[in-house]
């Protein structure tokens, strides 16, 4: 018996100098890297266009020609793309757009051959085809909500429809009776344009693959005309569109994103 209580005093002591021994070797294993997210998504987005011209000239102008108003109701657009998530931080996509018909409002004010006042008012509509290629930097991500800023650079289709030039036409010199009212009218006409943007907004993942977005953006589309203004008696004597310089646009955007992770 004496002998037995002697072998288990040993172990129990063997075990009590080897405890530490054991702990000392034992290294926590190190954690696994965090998968970098990539991969390709679609997205849509519709908003809200806020726009503006900047002059709106012809030749006929002269020196007496004083723009008082110039202005497009606020409009719809709608688009798509597909893009590519790179990481947390960057992504990109190429998107098309039709940018719906805004209303145009404009009045100048003139003074004829016999000094005596004039005007011109005038509407048209507005519409464009606007495809870019974008890139992002998400900012972080803070219980789903990710700031973001963005750039882009591409095309835009302008095209200037149901142009109208309703005003006072010349009077004969000395004879201020011989002005009578008139209406003048353009065919359509498009161009392409170099376009670019900037962009800031709010991302909300709503689930790991749907990330819905709220966004402002600065659009610059640049120039566009109308066709030539022919008088309502078809008389046309010379190359005559309405310019419309440096138009941009404030826009509101919500879309949504799927990724294909």
């Known amino acids: 018996m004496f002998k037995l209580n002697r072998i288990a005093f040993a172990a129990s002591a063997l075990a009590v100098i080897s405890t530490p021994a054991l702990a000392a070797d034992y290294v926590e294993p190190a954690p696994l890297p965090i998968a970098e997210l990539n991969g390709w998504y679609l997205r849509g987005d519709i908003g809200m266009t806020n726009q503006q011209v900047d002059d709106i000239d012809n030749v006929l102008f002269d020196d007496t020609f004083v723009v008082r108003d110039k202005n497009f109701e606020a409009g719809m657009s709608f688009g798509g793309g597909v893009g590519y998530v790179f990481n947390r931080w960057l992504r990109a996509d190429v998107t098309g ?19 005596d006042p004039r005007f011109n008012d005038y509407t048209a509509k507005k519409s464009e085809w ?90 610059d589309m640049g120039d566009a005309e109308s066709g030539d203004i ?27 994103r799927y990724t294909f992770w």
């Open 230 to 256: 022919i008088a309502f008696d078809g008389t046309n004597n010379e190359d005559n569109p309405m310019q419309f310089e440096d138009i941009t646009s404030h826009d509101l955007r919500l879309g949504v």
């Open 130 to 219: 606007l495809a870019l290629a974008n890139v992002y930097v998400d900012l972080g991500s803070w219980h789903g909500i990710s700031p973001f800023v963005g750039a882009g650079i591409g095309a835009a289709n302008v095209k200037i429809s149901s142009f109208r030039d309703s005003g006072i036409a010349y009077a004969v010199a000395n004879d201020p009776s011989s002005a009578f009212p008139t209406q003048a009218y353009a065919n359509d006409h498009d161009e392409w344009n170099f376009a670019w943007a900037l962009y800031a907004g709010l991302g909300f993942q709503v689930t790991p693959a749907t990330t819905i977005e709220f966004a402002y953006r600065y659009l």
């Open 97 to 115: 757009e039709y940018r719906g018909e805004a209303e145009f409002h404009g009045f100048d004010t003139w003074t004829d051959i016999n000094g």
